[in-house]
């Protein structure tokens, strides 16, 4: 019946693909009113083009429009109107999988066409994504890296293969490839930056370790060539005082201060064994101080206080890391949702009927 009756050809002339339902029958209604009014219902599937910024995503909005134009008559023979009364309404739900239906616009518009006038009906549909996916999908699982990667400043730096070994999975795969940058690109590279950072910090305290090692040896060598010196001008000065060297053979010591002393003294009594006695005692200590000095036990143990070091570092970074994280974070999302803002308000603002 409807293919017998006369129809201003309307289309979707910047639609990809138009189909008309069929279940099971094409779903085509009409209504033939006594005044000789005609209403056609057709039950679409359309493939439309959308505008897509995606600078903002995965917080971004998009606009997609239905141009509504008769193919083959201009304004002289079919003009196009809204009609009175909610002229365009959705009865579905509005939120989608990925994209949540923000706002509707309908506008009529006029052109000029080489072959005359033609009338325009415009619907515009403004959708806002849905990020609840990938907070869930990209920004925890990197956030989750990023604070493990962390972990590292607490792991002792002896555990060297458990500092290193800590880092995170291609969550980019699923990311849509433009020439310019995204939101997602930014938090990408913060994090990115972050864990790079953390193994720099790796091998920084490595270094500084490798270092302070070096430096302590250093410090121990020249302290115990010193002692060896000062032990060698007691020795020396020994030497000359008392005319013998020191041994550490007891019975030798006390063969030498036996005739050392019955050399000086003709005959013994009770002061010149007294004497003997305090130089034997005195020869004794003398020798057990010159046996710990050999084995390093009055070494001085107060190294030099070097700021720079790899506990130090550790500590520091502890609190560096993370409160710069956060706080590079906070404006990364104060700023984006902002914008997002911005732009549904500039969308909801452009999305008013005409009166």
């Known amino acids: 019946m409807v293919d ?3 129809t201003p050809n309307v289309c979707f002339v910047n639609s990809k693909k138009t189909e008309i339902h ?3 029958t094409p779903n085509i209604f009409l209504m033939i009113y006594p005044n000789g009014t005609v209403w056609v219902n057709y039950r679409l599937q359309v493939q439309s083009p959308c505008m897509v910024d995606l600078v ?3 917080m971004d909005i998009m606009n997609c429009e239905l141009i509504i134009e008769s193919y083959a008559y201009n304004a002289a023979k079919v003009k196009l109107n809204w009609r009175e009364w909610q002229p365009v309404f959705s009865i579905a739900k509005s939120k989608l999988s990925d994209f949540t239906l923000y706002g509707l616009q ?3 518009n006029s052109f000029e066409y080489a072959a005359g006038q033609w009338d325009q009906l415009t619907v515009s549909l403004t959708f806002s994504r849905a990020y609840g996916f990938y907070i869930l999908q990209m920004y925890i699982p990197t956030y989750s ?3 493990l990667s962390f972990v590292s400043f607490w792991i002792d730096l002896k555990a060297l293969p458990a500092r290193i070994t800590l880092g995170y999975g291609n969550v980019a795969k699923n990311l849509p490839r433009v020439g310019y940058v995204k939101s997602i690109d930014v938090y990408m590279v913060l994090t990115t930056a972050f864990i790079f950072l953390t193994m720099i910090e ?3 305290v490595c270094y500084l370790e490798s270092e302070n090692n070096m430096r302590r040896k250093e410090r121990a060598a020249a302290k115990k060539r010193e002692r060896v010196a000062v032990l060698q001008r007691k020795k020396d000065k020994k030497k000359n005082n008392y005319g013998a060297t020191t041994v550490t053979n007891n019975n030798a010591a006390d063969s030498d201060l036996r005739s050392n ?19 034997r005692q005195a020869n004794n200590m003398f020798e057990s101080l010159h046996a710990l000095a050999q084995f390093g036990l009055l070494a001085d143990e107060d190294e030099e206080n ?10 520091f970074c502890r609190k560096a890391f993370p409160l710069s994280f956060c706080f590079l974070n906070l404006i990364y999302w104060c700023y984006y949702l902002y914008q997002n803002y911005l732009a549904k308000t500039e969308a909801l603002a452009q999305l008013v009927p005409p009166s």
């Open 4 to 6: 017998k009756l006369w």
């Open 22 to 24: 069929s279940s099971p």
């Open 56 to 58: 903002l995503f995965p």
């Open 106 to 108: 309908w506008t009529k």
């Open 145 to 147: 890296s990023v604070f």
């Open 202 to 204: 790796v091998a920084f």
């Open 261 to 279: 002393y019955d050399e000086q003294l003709p005959f013994s009594n009770g002061t010149a064994s007294h004497k003997i006695s305090i130089s």
């Open 306 to 315: 070097t700021k720079w070091t790899a506990q130090n570092v550790d500590k």
